[in-house]
Nanobody, 122 residues
Framework: QLQIVESGGGLVQPGGSLRLSCGSAGFYLDDYTVGWFRRAPGKEREAVAYISSDGGSIRYADSVKGRFNISRVNDNPTVFLQMDSLQDDDTGVYYC???????????????WGHGTQVTISI
């Protein structure tokens, strides 16, 4: 069974940083495009960032540009989302998604993790 596993969420004060990790079980993530999405309380799910399978194409939502950085390592396939200068509006459940098709920031990915909670609070 193919699984996506996120980790790294937590509670952090405004202005702080967190690094989320996305790994896999049952398949190797290095052949897959990966996207990070989030759902804030009471809001629709939204795209955060995406990275192509070779890392050559990266895109960010306007709301996180300049603050978040997506990267990947393919020897022990993992995709990271470095989140800096975190704001209250960044609070939500963050999901990692993967697919062999390059969907970019569209949420058409086949494989999704269960999410990791990120809370920005004093």
């Amino acid at each position: 069974q193919l699984q996506i596993v996120e980790s790294g969420g937590g509670l952090v004060q405004p202005g702080g940083s967190l690094r989320l990790s996305c790994g896999s079980a049952g398949f190797y993530l290095d052949d897959y495009t990966v996207g990070w999405f989030r759902r804030a309380p009471g809001k629709e799910r939204e795209a955060v960032a995406y990275i192509s399978s070779d890392g050559g194409s990266i895109r960010y939502a306007d709301s996180v540009k300049g603050r978040f950085n997506i990267s990947r390592v393919n020897d022990n396939p993992t995709v990271f989302l470095q989140m800096d200068s975190l704001q209250d509006d960044d609070t939500g459940v963050y999901y990692c998604a993967a697919d062999k098709v390059d969907y970019g920031l569209d949420a058409d990915y086949d494989y999704w993790g269960h999410g990791t909670q990120v809370t920005i609070s004093i």
